[in-house]
């Protein structure tokens, strides 16, 4: 990465968490506030910060490709330092939302009708939606209460939207994508809980 490519990255997290900041100056908590939804383009209660182009594929998605899974991810970095990378130009990488550990707080970076580049598999990024959640697979204090509700809550929304089964063939692990090397959400990911609180969202 050169120093402007770096600078640009830079640029994208400031933009983007001023506008998380401010929207929860708005609302009074850390939770996004009403203001979230005029700049969000797909989950009401997320707040928007954008991949770069050069990390997904524009799409017109359920026209093109039907959505048909829901992927669950960990990041194994930071959430600001998630952001920042997909916003760096050339990453290569990005994921529909991100949801930060300690409240639930909720990004998204890629708009649902077009293709985040997450799953490590081009048939599978092309038909899901991609759920990233900050934190390390073998740390489990990352996992908190409210990161699975939030969680679960985006995960029950887009299963409505799209008419997608709440059950384990359709909403899985990164590591459960056919060719992928990631070990992600890991063995401290709490699926039964997760698949209840996604059918009581629904």
């Given at each position: 990465?050169?120093?402007?490519?770096w600078?640009?990255?830079?640029?994208?997290?400031v933009?983007?968490?001023?506008?998380l900041?401010?929207t929860?100056?708005?609302?009074?908590?850390?939770?996004?506030?009403?203001?979230?939804?005029?700049?969000?383009?797909?989950y009401?209660?997320?707040?928007?910060?954008?991949?770069?182009i050069?990390?997904?594929?524009?799409?017109?998605?359920?026209?093109?490709h039907?959505?048909?899974?829901?992927?669950?991810?960990?990041?194994q970095?930071?959430?600001?330092?998630?952001?920042?990378?997909?916003?760096?130009?050339?990453?290569r990488?990005?994921?529909?939302?991100?949801?930060r550990?300690?409240?639930?707080?909720?990004?998204?970076?890629v708009q649902e009708?077009?293709?985040a580049?997450?799953?490590?598999?081009?048939?599978?990024?092309?038909?899901?939606?991609?759920?990233?959640?900050?934190?390390?697979?073998?740390?489990?204090?990352w996992?908190?209460?409210?990161?699975?509700?939030?969680?679960?809550?985006l995960?029950?929304?887009?299963?409505h939207?799209?008419?997608?089964?709440?059950?384990?063939?359709?909403?899985?692990?990164?590591?459960?994508?056919?060719?992928?090397?990631?070990v992600?959400?890991?063995?401290?990911?709490?699926?039964?809980?997760?698949?209840?609180?996604?059918?009581?969202?629904?």
């Open positions: 990465m050169n120093r402007d490519e600078a640009l990255g830079r640029r994208h997290l933009t983007g968490l001023a506008a900041a401010a929860s100056a708005c609302s009074g908590s850390g939770a996004p506030g009403p203001g979230a939804s005029r700049a969000a383009p797909g009401p209660q997320a707040q928007w910060v954008p991949a770069s050069t990390n997904f594929t524009p799409a017109n998605r359920p026209a093109s039907p959505v048909q899974m829901v992927i669950v991810h960990v990041t970095e930071t959430f600001p330092d998630t952001l920042m990378l997909f916003g760096r130009p050339g990453y990488a990005s994921a529909h939302y991100t949801l550990s300690q409240d639930g707080y909720l990004a998204q970076c009708h077009d293709v580049w997450h799953a490590g598999n081009s048939t599978y990024n092309w038909r899901s939606i991609g759920v990233e959640h900050e934190g390390r697979v073998d740390e489990p204090h996992f908190t209460d409210v990161l699975y509700e939030r969680s679960a809550a995960t029950a929304a887009i299963c939207r799209y008419g997608i089964p709440i059950d384990r063939r359709h909403i899985i692990g990164h590591n459960e994508v056919p060719g992928a090397d990631h992600d959400p890991g063995p401290l990911w709490d699926w039964p809980r997760y698949m209840r609180l996604v059918a009581a969202a629904f």
